[in-house]
């Protein structure tokens, strides 16, 4: 079945500092990408999203590109914040889904001053 | 600025007892989601709906759970009975989808915190 697989947290990284959260999927059809950020004690919020392979999601400093051709969907920044410090959970959803989200792990970020 | 508005926010309870979550998703959404998070589990998806129809409730022990939407701008989800290893943060989302077709975005709720003794 349809899946999502992230690096393992948690990624601690000094103010500054570039990052990196790989993510990878396997889909029978051709699902859209998406990025969700939960910060302490809240819900998840779309962080950005891509629906087509090539297209570039970005928002905030954050960038992803959907890659087809190695199913990823890699999450970066160029210089993280201390205010960057959360849970990332990369997603995919197709159509013959029905429109449900399936999640990866997460990845915990910590942000040092 | 719409949200998804969920209570209780938070909720002790003893083993056995009624639970009864409650959601308002986005009005004009058509799609909403329940999901529950642990840290063993990560997050689960235990039923969603469409035009107030359950699409898909899987995810959720039938026996002890039950997910409704009497109507557009409320959705429900209970346990009965309560087990303490249905500890765990309850999420919300609702979203926008034409039939057949993925939804486009999901806003979550802030989440029910559930801790039944």
């Known amino acids: 079945g349809d899946s999502v697989t992230q690096m393992e947290g948690p990624v601690t990284l000094s103010e500054e500092a570039f990052l990196t959260i790989n993510c990878t999927y396997t889909?029978?059809?051709?699902?859209?990408l998406f990025w969700y950020v939960q910060y302490p004690g809240e819900g998840l919020q779309l962080l950005l999203k891509?629906?087509?392979?090539?297209d570039k999601g970005s928002n905030k400093g954050f960038e992803a590109t959907y890659r087809k051709e190695t199913t990823s969907f890699h999450l970066e920044k160029g210089s993280v914040q201390v205010s960057d410090s959360a849970v990332y959970f990369c997603?995919?959803?197709?159509?013959?889904?029905?429109?449900?989200?399936?999640f990866g792990q997460g990845t915990e970020l910590s942000v040092k001053p | 600025d719409a949200r998804v508005t969920q209570t209780p926010r938070h909720k002790v309870t003893e083993m056995g007892q009624e639970v009864t979550m409650r959601c308002q998703p986005i009005?004009?959404?058509?799609?909403v989601f329940w999901y529950r998070q642990t840290m063993m589990q990560g997050l689960e998806l235990l039923a969603y709906?469409?035009?107030?129809?359950?699409?898909?409730d899987s995810g959720m022990p039938k026996d002890r759970f039950s997910a409704e939407m009497p109507d557009a701008t409320l959705a429900t989800l209970k346990i009965q009975p309560s087990e303490p290893r249905d500890s765990a943060v309850y999420f919300c989302?609702?979203?926008?989808?034409?039939?057949?077709?993925?939804?486009?975005?999901?806003?979550f709720g802030p989440g029910t915190r559930l801790t039944v003794l």
């Open positions: 989302a609702s979203g926008w989808a034409i039939s057949g077709k993925s939804t486009d975005t999901q806003y």
């Open positions: 889909a029978t059809g051709y699902p859209s």
């Open positions: 891509a629906t087509k392979a090539d």
């Open positions: 997603a995919l959803s197709t159509d013959n889904q029905g429109g449900k989200l399936i």
């Open positions: 009005l004009g959404h058509n799609t």
């Open positions: 709906f469409r035009n107030r129809a359950p699409l898909d």
